[in-house]
């Protein structure tokens, strides 16, 4: 009787081992109900912040490809509009690339320019962000179908080209925060497993 109490919990030990093994093994991961398209748009404005000041923009519209319905990655482009630097300036951004990973980090894929107008008697003036990982953390939470995802990015490199958008030169001083929402187009749903 003896053994077979001990065989039972050396049973149940294992079964717990297996299950904690099980979930250590699991990776965070973005899931989609079938492949397709993406969109999605801002919930909040979009705000680059670096030694000059700030830029915000009111809208973000996002598309891309899934092109599997589980993937530990995800790219995307996304085109700011309705943009104001310095609270007063108009500003233009230029469509950005890029790919987020399930383990929450971001990659800029392509260059991003943001041009300052900011009055007829100053001159125009540029802030261009080159590809990079920057440091900070991109939280990702299912809604619905849908999936909310929360920029708080830091560190983020830039060549400003002087004028209003602050002394001329590199940068590693730039921030990044905002919240968007992002849908499969066409019904079905978006998310990610942690």
């Not at 003896?2 to 973005?30: D, Q, T």
């Not at 260059?111 to 900070?136: A, E, L, M, R, Y």
Request: glycine share 12%; charged share 15%; with cysteine.
């Amino acid at each position: 009787m003896r053994s077979f109490k001990h065989f039972g919990v050396l049973v149940v030990v294992f079964a717990l081992c297996a299950i904690g093994a099980g979930n250590a093994s699991a990776a965070p991961k973005f899931t989609a109900s079938a492949t397709g398209s993406l969109a999605g748009h801002a919930t909040t404005n979009q705000v680059f912040t670096a030694g000059f000041g700030s830029v915000s923009c009111a809208k973000a519209a996002w598309s891309g490809t899934i092109s599997s319905t589980e993937s530990t990655e995800q790219e995307a482009a996304v085109a700011y509009s309705e943009c104001k630097a310095l609270g007063v300036a108009t500003a233009h951004i230029l469509e950005e690339d890029y790919l987020i990973t399930a383990n929450r980090t971001v990659h800029f894929l392509t260059s991003t320019v943001i041009t300052v107008t900011k009055t007829v008697f100053t001159p125009h003036c540029t802030i261009t962000i080159t590809p990079q990982t920057p440091g900070g953390v991109v939280d990702l939470v299912p809604l619905g179908s849908d999936l909310r995802i929360f920029w708080t990015l830091t560190g983020l490199k830039y060549h400003s080209s002087g004028g209003p958008c602050g002394s001329a030169g590199e940068h590693t001083d730039g921030t990044f925060e905002g919240t968007d929402e992002v849908e499969r187009v066409g019904g079905g749903s978006i998310g990610w497993d942690e």
